[in-house]
């Protein structure tokens, strides 16, 4: 008998209607340095749609950043873009900062609002002189140097949002402004998205919405994060990582089969696009790309 048609379609993809793309964020010392870019080294011949790279809470990593996208532009063949946030910049730094980007080459920026500098859960305030909305910054970007621009989406609800119409309007009003991508923030129930989509697709929402799929390498740390980003756990997967505190082999394992599973669910389900949370560590997710039929394209990376 050919066992063929009983295969899930996953299984049967080459992986030619696949993109992928991967986060990186910008490293604070000569040891994080030398870890991104093995791992940039090792993820670029995947030829991933765009790589980004995020801004520290409240704008810290500005002169990180710009370096990080900056080297990415100067020594790799991939895409960059730069991650910007509102929180704590006038218009004018704003422009200067987009300005100094389109300079290095980069055409991407990711826009968002940031967090308030004193923590989620504090009022967000704007800058007296700065951008009031992301969509103010989306805009400023499309005219001021005519980037593309990609933007958040919360398939569990912003953790300060009232309600998900809250959320859609704001997503709404973002891609209004020029906003042509968003990317999710990560979640672990393939359901959720799902029925993200389902509303983002009722309120005629059109533009790709990617997943954002993060390993969790640390069961702990991820779900301390995800907490505080309004992300929900599942118990089973508090479960599966019951226990393995102290074996990372068994855990690093387990974190693959469990981004594996969840990834070939989205395939099997007609999603094509994958946005990976590198936390700049690459064996773990080019495995998973592997799996999908990602394969090496180029001889890419660091020159
Ligand atoms: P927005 O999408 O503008 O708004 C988020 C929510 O806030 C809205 O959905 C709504 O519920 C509420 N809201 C906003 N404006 C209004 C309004 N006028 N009236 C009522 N409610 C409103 N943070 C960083 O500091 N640096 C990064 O590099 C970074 N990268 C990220 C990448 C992704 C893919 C994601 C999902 C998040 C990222 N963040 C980053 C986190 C982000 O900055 C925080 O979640 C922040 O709290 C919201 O920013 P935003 O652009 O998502 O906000």
Redesign the pocket.
């Known amino acids: 008998m050919n066992a063929d048609h009983l295969m899930r379609p996953s299984r049967r993809q080459g992986g030619q209607d696949l993109a992928v793309s991967f986060?990186f964020?910008p490293p604070k010392n000569e040891e994080m340095e030398t870890a991104l870019w093995e791992a940039v080294d090792r993820l670029a011949p995947l030829a991933p749609d765009f790589v980004?790279?995020?801004?520290?809470?409240?704008?810290t990593t500005r002169e990180r950043?710009h370096s990080t996208v900056a080297r990415l532009v100067k020594d790799t063949t991939l895409k960059p873009a730069a991650?910007?946030?509102?929180?704590g910049s006038t218009r004018a730094e704003i422009h200067t900062i987009l300005d100094d980007y389109k300079a290095a080459g980069v055409g991407h920026i990711?826009?968002?609002?940031?967090?308030?500098p004193t923590g989620?859960g504090s009022t967000?305030e704007a800058h007296p002189e700065g951008f009031?909305?992301?969509?103010e910054l989306v805009k400023a970007a499309r005219l001021h140097g005519d980037f593309e621009v990609?933007?958040?989406?919360?398939p569990e609800?912003?953790?300060?949002?009232?309600?998900f119409d809250?959320?859609?309007?704001?997503?709404q009003a973002?891609i209004d402004a020029g906003a042509t991508r968003?990317?999710?923030?990560?979640f672990f129930d393939n359901d959720v998205y799902f029925r993200f989509l389902d509303k983002a697709h009722k309120r005629g929402i059109t533009i790709p919405i990617l997943p954002?799929i993060v390993p969790v390498l640390n069961f702990k740390q991820t779900a301390a994060f995800a907490s505080r980003?309004g992300a929900s756990v599942p118990a089973w997967l508090a479960h599966r990582f019951e226990g393995l505190e102290h074996d990372l082999a068994t855990r690093r394992l387990i974190a693959a089969a469990v981004a594996a599973e969840q990834v070939f669910d989205l395939l099997d389900q007609g999603i094509s696009r994958f946005?990976f949370y590198t936390m700049n560590k690459a064996d773990l997710v080019y495995a998973i790309c592997h799996l999908i039929g990602v394969r090496s394209q180029t001889a890419g990376g660091v020159a």
């Open positions: 986060e964020f980004s790279v995020t801004y520290g809470a409240g704008g950043t991650h910007l946030t509102c929180v990711v826009a968002l609002r940031g967090d308030p989620l967000y009031a909305s992301t969509a990609s933007v958040s989406a919360y609800k912003h953790p300060e949002s009232a309600s809250v959320d859609l309007d704001v997503l973002k968003a990317i999710t923030q990560f954002g980003c946005h």
